[in-house]
């Protein structure tokens, strides 16, 4: 298993521009979960999904879009790129709730100038 | 609103020394905890995960700790190397809570050969 995996690995976008970030994972996890995490601050949720179809947001959504039309693809979308979205972006895993095992994808690390 | 700190931020120790690392969350209705290790530009490793209902979990040269109802779990590592070296992140997962990840800001360890 390739456990998650996440595309692009870096990315420079100008303010106003927008992307997709690609997560997907082939460990038939259920719950999926997006997080950023900036300079000395730890990670914070920006949404999640507890399976295809349903999503909902988490901690610091605000100016991020995500989908989930499969169990494997988790996508998340940046619409109106800004500099406070300026992170390293996590995607990660898990099979149920009740506190099941998160795994994390290697991440996406974003400037925005 | 759970709130998880870890002390201290960043520790420096000599090669073969055994160390602990801390961390208290707000609220003990936890699902459970687990310990990453982070590397340099890179992703999360899970490194340990305890249930609520367990007191501690063991790997290798780590043992982790849960006192749940203080609020509180440790991270030992024996016989400290300098491939040791990382950021160690703390995170629970709390009962009623989107089953998201809330995360310490990190221990940075320095191991010195």
């Known amino acids: 298993n390739a456990g998650v995996t996440q595309t692009p690995k870096f990315r420079i976008l100008k303010i106003g521009q927008s992307m997709t970030l690609q997560c997907t994972q082939d460990?038939?996890?259920?719950?999926m979960y997006w997080y950023r995490q900036d300079p000395g601050m730890g990670l914070k949720l920006i949404y999640y999904?507890?399976?295809?179809?349903?999503?909902d947001k988490g901690e610091v959504p605000n100016g991020y879009n995500v989908s989930r039309s499969t169990t494997e693809d988790f996508p998340l979308r940046l619409e109106l790129a800004a500099p406070s979205q300026t992170s390293v972006y996590f995607c990660?895993?898990?099979?149920?709730?009740?506190?099941?095992?998160?795994?994390f994808g290697p991440g996406t690390r974003l400037t925005v100038t | 609103k759970q709130e998880v700190t870890q002390i201290p931020a960043a520790l420096s120790v000599p090669e073969g020394e055994n160390l602990v690392l801390n961390c208290s969350f707000t609220?003990?209705?936890?699902?459970?905890l687990q310990w990453f290790r982070q590397d340099p530009g890179k992703g999360l490793t899970s490194l340990l995960l305890?249930?609520?209902?367990?007191r501690e979990q063991t790997s290798g040269r780590l043992n982790a700790s849960l006192d749940k109802s203080s609020g509180r779990s440790t991270l030992y590592i024996a016989a400290s190397q300098p491939g040791d070296s990382a950021t160690y992140l703390c995170?629970?997962?709390?009962?009623?809570?989107?089953?998201?990840?809330?995360f310490g800001k990190g221990t940075k360890l320095t191991v010195n050969p």
């Open positions: 990660a895993s898990s099979y149920h709730q009740g506190g099941y095992e998160q795994y």
């Open positions: 460990m038939n996890h259920n719950y």
């Open positions: 999904s507890v399976g295809a179809g349903i999503t």
């Open positions: 609220d003990s209705a936890i699902y459970n």
């Open positions: 305890i249930q609520s209902s367990q």
């Open positions: 995170a629970v997962i709390t009962q009623g809570g989107s089953e998201k990840l809330v």
